[in-house]
Protein backbone atom coordinates (compact mmCIF):
# COMPACT_ATOMS: atom_id res chain seq x y z
CA UNK A 1 0.00 0.00 0.00
CA UNK A 2 1.72 3.58 -0.91
CA UNK A 3 -0.03 6.08 0.61
CA UNK A 4 0.73 10.03 0.44
CA UNK A 5 3.84 12.12 2.02
CA UNK A 6 7.12 11.59 2.09
CA UNK A 7 9.00 8.05 2.49
CA UNK A 8 9.62 8.42 6.23
CA UNK A 9 6.15 9.41 6.76
CA UNK A 10 4.84 6.52 4.89
CA UNK A 11 6.60 3.61 6.45
CA UNK A 12 5.86 5.45 9.92
CA UNK A 13 2.16 5.33 8.83
CA UNK A 14 2.26 1.75 7.41
CA UNK A 15 4.34 0.34 10.42
CA UNK A 16 1.32 1.81 12.59
CA UNK A 17 -1.40 0.02 10.60
CA UNK A 18 0.40 -3.35 10.81
CA UNK A 19 0.98 -2.80 14.34
CA UNK A 20 -2.78 -2.36 14.81
CA UNK A 21 -3.49 -5.51 12.44
CA UNK A 22 -1.68 -8.22 14.04
CA UNK A 23 1.09 -8.25 17.25
CA UNK A 24 3.92 -5.96 16.69
CA UNK A 25 6.18 -8.89 16.93
CA UNK A 26 5.20 -10.88 14.42
CA UNK A 27 6.26 -7.72 12.09
CA UNK A 28 9.03 -7.55 9.70
CA UNK A 29 11.03 -5.05 7.78
CA UNK A 30 10.06 -6.96 4.74
CA UNK A 31 6.52 -6.08 5.91
CA UNK A 32 6.87 -2.84 6.72
CA UNK A 33 8.71 -2.33 3.03
CA UNK A 34 5.50 -3.69 1.16
CA UNK A 35 2.95 -1.77 3.06
CA UNK A 36 4.83 1.29 2.36
CA UNK A 37 5.21 0.95 -1.28
CA UNK A 38 9.22 0.93 -1.22
CA UNK A 39 11.89 -1.34 -1.46
CA UNK A 40 13.49 -3.06 1.46
CA UNK A 41 16.88 -1.27 0.38
CA UNK A 42 15.05 2.24 0.51
CA UNK A 43 13.56 1.24 3.97
CA UNK A 44 17.29 0.56 5.08
CA UNK A 45 18.45 4.20 4.06
CA UNK A 46 15.32 5.48 6.61
CA UNK A 47 15.12 3.71 9.46
CA UNK A 48 17.32 0.77 10.69
CA UNK A 49 15.14 -1.10 12.66
CA UNK A 50 11.61 -0.97 13.65
CA UNK A 51 12.60 0.60 17.07
CA UNK A 52 14.02 2.87 15.24
CA UNK A 53 10.25 3.85 13.25
CA UNK A 54 8.73 4.03 16.62
CA UNK A 55 11.20 6.91 18.09
CA UNK A 56 10.44 8.41 14.77
CA UNK A 57 6.64 8.31 15.35
CA UNK A 58 7.37 9.96 18.87
CA UNK A 59 9.73 12.82 17.37
CA UNK A 60 6.87 13.74 14.69
CA UNK A 61 3.95 13.78 17.79
CA UNK A 62 6.51 15.67 19.56
CA UNK A 63 6.23 18.23 16.43
CA UNK A 64 2.83 18.23 16.36
CA UNK A 65 2.40 19.21 20.11
CA UNK A 66 5.12 21.71 19.76
CA UNK A 67 3.74 23.35 16.28
CA UNK A 68 0.32 24.28 18.00
CA UNK A 69 1.80 25.91 21.22
CA UNK A 70 0.17 28.90 21.44
CA UNK A 71 1.84 31.86 20.89
CA UNK A 72 0.82 33.62 24.49
CA UNK A 73 2.80 32.27 27.48
CA UNK A 74 -0.14 30.76 29.84
CA UNK A 75 -0.19 31.95 33.29
CA UNK A 76 -1.39 29.20 34.93
CA UNK A 77 0.57 26.98 37.64
CA UNK A 78 3.09 24.86 36.29
CA UNK A 79 1.35 21.58 36.85
CA UNK A 80 -1.76 22.88 34.84
CA UNK A 81 0.54 23.61 31.91
CA UNK A 82 2.35 20.38 31.44
CA UNK A 83 -1.11 18.85 32.23
CA UNK A 84 -2.92 20.21 28.97
CA UNK A 85 0.50 19.62 27.06
CA UNK A 86 0.50 15.60 28.53
CA UNK A 87 -3.05 15.92 27.52
CA UNK A 88 -2.71 17.30 24.15
CA UNK A 89 -0.48 14.57 23.54
CA UNK A 90 -2.66 12.10 24.63
CA UNK A 91 -5.24 13.45 22.07
CA UNK A 92 -2.76 13.15 19.02
CA UNK A 93 -1.71 9.19 20.04
CA UNK A 94 -5.70 8.75 20.46
CA UNK A 95 -5.95 7.44 16.55
CA UNK A 96 -2.77 4.85 17.58
CA UNK A 97 -3.72 3.22 20.66
CA UNK A 98 -4.08 -0.65 18.97
CA UNK A 99 -0.84 0.20 17.26
CA UNK A 100 0.79 1.69 20.15
CA UNK A 101 -0.52 -1.01 22.36
CA UNK A 102 0.93 -3.74 19.79
CA UNK A 103 4.34 -1.58 20.45
CA UNK A 104 4.19 -1.73 24.32
CA UNK A 105 3.89 -5.39 24.30
CA UNK A 106 6.93 -5.92 21.85
CA UNK A 107 9.12 -3.57 23.80
CA UNK A 108 8.37 -5.23 27.40
CA UNK A 109 9.49 -8.80 25.47
CA UNK A 110 13.30 -6.94 25.37
CA UNK A 111 14.75 -5.39 27.58
CA UNK A 112 17.08 -3.60 25.26
CA UNK A 113 14.23 -2.57 22.79
CA UNK A 114 12.53 -1.26 25.93
CA UNK A 115 15.43 0.93 27.35
CA UNK A 116 15.94 2.53 23.50
CA UNK A 117 12.10 3.60 23.85
CA UNK A 118 12.75 4.98 27.13
CA UNK A 119 15.39 7.26 25.93
CA UNK A 120 13.25 8.03 23.36
CA UNK A 121 10.05 8.91 26.12
CA UNK A 122 13.34 10.71 28.10
CA UNK A 123 13.51 13.12 25.73
CA UNK A 124 9.95 13.65 24.17
CA UNK A 125 9.39 14.54 28.00
CA UNK A 126 12.70 16.79 28.28
CA UNK A 127 10.47 18.70 25.18
CA UNK A 128 7.32 18.23 27.29
CA UNK A 129 8.37 19.83 30.01
CA UNK A 130 10.26 22.82 27.94
CA UNK A 131 6.62 23.16 26.40
CA UNK A 132 5.07 23.94 29.82
CA UNK A 133 7.67 26.49 30.29
CA UNK A 134 9.55 24.07 33.47
CA UNK A 135 12.72 24.01 33.69
CA UNK A 136 14.54 20.78 32.46
CA UNK A 137 18.35 21.13 33.39
CA UNK A 138 20.51 20.21 36.26
CA UNK A 139 20.54 17.35 38.56
CA UNK A 140 16.32 18.40 39.66
CA UNK A 141 15.41 18.62 35.72
CA UNK A 142 17.20 15.11 35.56
CA UNK A 143 14.83 13.81 38.14
CA UNK A 144 11.83 15.76 36.00
CA UNK A 145 12.85 13.88 33.13
CA UNK A 146 13.01 10.70 34.45
CA UNK A 147 10.32 10.90 36.75
CA UNK A 148 7.73 12.01 34.11
CA UNK A 149 8.55 9.47 31.83
CA UNK A 150 8.04 6.88 34.31
CA UNK A 151 4.56 8.42 35.00
CA UNK A 152 3.53 8.64 31.38
CA UNK A 153 4.57 5.23 30.83
CA UNK A 154 1.74 4.30 33.84
CA UNK A 155 -0.66 6.58 31.92
CA UNK A 156 0.10 4.82 28.94
CA UNK A 157 -1.18 1.30 30.83
CA UNK A 158 -4.26 2.61 31.94
CA UNK A 159 -4.58 4.02 28.32
CA UNK A 160 -4.40 0.59 26.57
CA UNK A 161 -6.44 -1.36 29.36
CA UNK A 162 -9.24 1.11 29.69
CA UNK A 163 -9.84 4.61 27.44
CA UNK A 164 -8.19 8.41 27.32
CA UNK A 165 -10.74 9.21 30.42
CA UNK A 166 -8.60 6.34 32.41
CA UNK A 167 -5.55 7.73 31.30
CA UNK A 168 -6.44 11.01 31.93
CA UNK A 169 -7.15 10.59 35.60
CA UNK A 170 -3.87 8.89 36.04
CA UNK A 171 -2.01 11.25 34.40
CA UNK A 172 -3.62 13.92 37.12
CA UNK A 173 -2.63 11.93 39.95
CA UNK A 174 0.08 11.01 38.13
CA UNK A 175 1.21 14.62 38.07
CA UNK A 176 0.14 15.04 41.85
CA UNK A 177 2.42 13.09 43.22
CA UNK A 178 5.18 14.01 40.93
CA UNK A 179 4.75 17.94 42.52
CA UNK A 180 5.55 16.52 46.00
CA UNK A 181 8.57 14.65 45.06
CA UNK A 182 10.01 17.68 42.64
CA UNK A 183 9.15 20.07 45.70
CA UNK A 184 11.38 17.73 48.30
CA UNK A 185 14.28 17.22 45.75
CA UNK A 186 14.15 21.07 44.98
CA UNK A 187 14.27 21.95 48.99
CA UNK A 188 17.10 19.35 49.31
CA UNK A 189 18.58 21.44 46.35
CA UNK A 190 18.53 24.86 48.07
CA UNK A 191 19.78 23.26 51.14
CA UNK A 192 22.85 21.76 49.70
CA UNK A 193 23.86 24.49 47.13
CA UNK A 194 25.79 26.48 49.57
CA UNK A 195 28.15 23.17 50.53
CA UNK A 196 28.89 22.39 47.02
CA UNK A 197 29.67 25.74 46.67
CA UNK A 198 32.05 26.14 49.48
CA UNK A 199 33.58 22.37 48.13
CA UNK A 200 33.81 24.04 45.17
CA UNK A 201 35.07 27.06 45.89
CA UNK A 202 37.85 24.98 48.45
CA UNK A 203 39.41 21.99 46.20
CA UNK A 204 39.35 24.78 43.12
CA UNK A 205 41.74 27.22 45.21
CA UNK A 206 43.90 23.91 46.07
CA UNK A 207 43.64 22.45 42.62
CA UNK A 208 45.03 26.49 41.34
CA UNK A 209 47.58 26.20 44.36
CA UNK A 210 49.01 22.99 43.31
CA UNK A 211 49.05 24.08 39.22
CA UNK A 212 51.06 27.17 40.73
CA UNK A 213 53.42 25.25 43.15
CA UNK A 214 54.55 22.85 39.94
CA UNK A 215 54.89 25.72 37.52
CA UNK A 216 57.67 27.30 39.90
CA UNK A 217 61.41 26.77 40.54
CA UNK A 218 61.66 25.95 44.42
CA UNK A 219 65.00 28.27 44.32
CA UNK A 220 64.11 31.01 41.97
CA UNK A 221 60.43 31.78 41.71
CA UNK A 222 60.74 31.64 37.70
CA UNK A 223 58.54 29.30 36.07
CA UNK A 224 59.48 26.77 34.36
CA UNK A 225 59.47 27.39 30.55
CA UNK A 226 56.23 25.60 29.03
CA UNK A 227 56.45 23.51 26.26
Not at 12 to 31: G, K, N, P, Q
Not at 158 to 168: N, V
Not at 177 to 186: F, L, M, Q
Not at 197 to 220: E, H, I, P, T, V
Amino acid sequence: MNSGGSPRDRVIDATLRLATRREFSDVTLTDVAQEAGISLADLRELFPSKGAIIGAFSRRIDREILDALPKEASHEPARERLYDVLRHRLDALEPHRDALASVARWAARDPLTAAALNRETVNSMRFMLEAADIDSEGPVGSLKLQGLALAWSRVLEDWFAGDIHDALSTLDRELTRGERYVDRAEDFARLTRPFYSFAQSLFGWRNRRGRDYRDYDDDGGHPHPRA
